[in-house]
């Protein structure tokens, strides 16, 4: 939400730090954007909506496998070659980059196949094409009455320009990324909506056994990714799943969307830190109401176990969620529900709803609330896109004035001055056909080209997780690449030097203080909350 009063939080020592940042978008890191009655528009931006780190969330393995944890060291890629700093970017492998990783050189053979899908110049990522008859985000453009220009093969264009720049620009030992675009029987609608399992299960076994796929780009929903991980193909892009889910289909779930858990306690801190006052920014007759909360999140049970975390911690710092209200994934009574949801809310007097919704979902809840004139604040809880001007315009505007809470994504840009952009013009000397995506989908193939060039020549789904875990600047055990382009975001700029970016991505010590005693803490706190407009 561009908001007309902006909010900055402090949290405690060993807790997210969150602030607002300029208006219209949530700065780097778990940000909070408020918003009052009569401001318009949507949460976060048309980067990441991206994942946090140990201390708030990129989603990816959970646990260490063996290979992780035995090999790679913090900044030297797991089983080969060699740090350097004759890079164009010095020590850096790309100049003026702060996610670069080390610059790295080297000679000598790769080991050949080293595991399905790479050969000694190859490697094989696989693109499905769902069977849906466009893009899924002109489907919720539909439902919204909206209209996004871009098409499937616009999309296609502009991966292979942004292969061109990740094979020119980073180490991957001899070999080059290859993306293979195949049709595939899933609905992407469907599976999001939890359905469609045969069909994914179809899909997944043609990424591996016909594509022979190392990974798999667009690994975006949950029946999709879990068929991937059981034909061993790493799977970039689960939606918020849990840690626990994460880690048990290790190593080969890897996101830049942000673990449940997390969104959980970090919506949950924000709330019990920040809106134990009046309801604010509600409207009309809730309007300065003492607040009473609710949580709207699906039935499936990976998200029911993170909303009763939230709930959890809610009532471990004095306050209550009075509703943890359930719906179904399902497209054929979504618009029923909502009814029958904004029903339950305005009878119980709930002033303030932490949505921890699909994309669809808000289109119905707030179309609904609209017609009831029921105007709560819609607290954002950075899931879904939910959180990004893409799909938030497509809600009810009058209800979202009222939206504002937690994002992990960067500041909101034009497509022009974001990364991917920039990196697919230089690659081809062209802007990219899909403007309004070309961002999300370097931000997927960024996290895959650092997990490539520090795992190390003997490529193999093991050494990818011990190479992301040996990403500069990490904790150790931590997914370290999702934390970096979790915690930052992708815009650069926003950064003026390295420490700058270093404080937001909780790679700076921190000082614990209780009472008159001050102790040297680990990397995690950092993260300076910004000035507030």
């Known amino acids: 939400v561009a908001p007309e009063r902006q909010v900055v939080t402090r949290t405690a020592v ?10 219209g978008g949530a700065t780097p890191g778990a940000a909070t954007t408020a918003g009052s009655s009569g401001s318009s528009g949507s949460a976060g931006s048309s980067g990441s909506a991206g994942p946090a780190g140990p201390s708030g969330a990129g989603a990816g393995p959970a646990t260490t496998s063996a290979a992780g944890s035995a090999a790679g060291t913090n900044g030297h890629p797991a089983s080969g070659g060699t740090v350097a700093s004759s890079c164009a970017g010095g ?5 003026g980059d702060p996610y670069s990783p080390p610059c790295i050189t080297f000679s000598g053979g790769n080991g050949g196949a080293t595991s399905p899908g790479v050969t000694a110049s190859t490697i094989t990522i696989s693109y499905r094409i769902t069977s849906d008859a466009s893009s899924f985000q002109q489907q919720l453009a539909t439902i919204g009455g909206a209209t996004f220009n871009f098409t499937t093969a616009d ?3 502009t991966i292979r320009g942004l292969e061109k720049y990740f094979n020119s620009h980073f180490q991957f030992y001899g070999r080059k990324i290859h993306v293979v675009f195949f049709h595939g029987q899933g609905s992407e609608t469907s599976e999001l909506l939890g359905e469609g399992q045969q069909q994914a299960d179809a899909d997944a076994i043609t ?3 016909q594509i022979h796929a190392f990974g798999a780009l667009n690994g975006t929903t949950e029946p999709y990714d879990d068929a991937l991980a059981q ?20 190593p080969y779930e890897w996101s830049v969307a942000t673990e449940c858990n997390d969104v959980a306690t970090t919506a949950a801190e924000f709330g019990t830190k920040e809106l134990t006052g009046p309801a604010a920014y509600a409207g009309g007759s809730l309007k300065g109401k003492p607040r009473k909360y609710a949580i709207v999140a699906p039935d499936n049970p990976w998200y029911q176990n993170c909303a009763q975390a939230a709930a959890k911690y809610a009532d471990s710092h004095g306050e209550h969620i009075s509703d943890n209200i359930q719906y179904q994934l399902d497209l054929s009574t979504m618009s029923s529900q909502a009814a029958s949801v904004v029903a339950k ?14 994309p669809i979902f808000p289109l119905y809840l707030t179309s609904r609330a609209a017609e009831q004139n029921y105007l ?36 909101t840009l034009p497509a022009p001055d974001t990364l991917g952009y920039a990196a697919y013009k230089e690659a081809t000397g062209q802007p990219p056909p899909a403007a309004e995506e070309v961002n999300l989908i370097y931000e997927q193939m960024y996290e895959m080209a650092i997990g490539i060039q520090m795992a190390g020549p003997h490529l193999t789904p093991q050494s990818f997780e011990a190479g992301m875990r040996a990403y500069p600047g990490s904790v150790r055990g931590a997914r370290n ?24 991505a909780r790679l700076t010590p921190r000082t614990i203080q209780s009472g008159n005693t001050t102790r040297p803490g680990p990397h995690r706190q950092g993260q300076p909350a910004p000035t507030a407009a």
């Open 207 to 209: 990424a591996a056994q």
């Open 376 to 411: 709560p604040e819609w607290t954002v809880v950075g899931v879904a896109l939910t959180d990004t001007d893409i799909v938030g315009q497509l809600f009810d505007q009058r209800e979202w004035s009222h939206a504002f809470g937690v994002s992990y994504a960067g500041p």
């Open 345 to 358: 809310l305005q009878n119980d007097g709930i002033t303030t709803v932490f949505c921890g919704c699909d």
């Open 14 to 23: 060993g807790a997210h730090d969150s602030g607002s940042g300029p208006g």
């Open 155 to 157: 999309i296609e264009q």
């Open 481 to 504: 690449a999702q934390v970096i382009i979790a915690e930052l975001g992708t815009d650069r700029s926003v950064f003026p030097t390295a420490g700058h970016a270093a404080a937001w």
């Open 231 to 250: 034909q061993h193909v790493i799977a970039f892009g689960a939606p918020y799943l849990s840690a626990q889910w994460m880690g048990q289909r290790a």
């Open 91 to 95: 020590s850096k492998q790309i100049a």
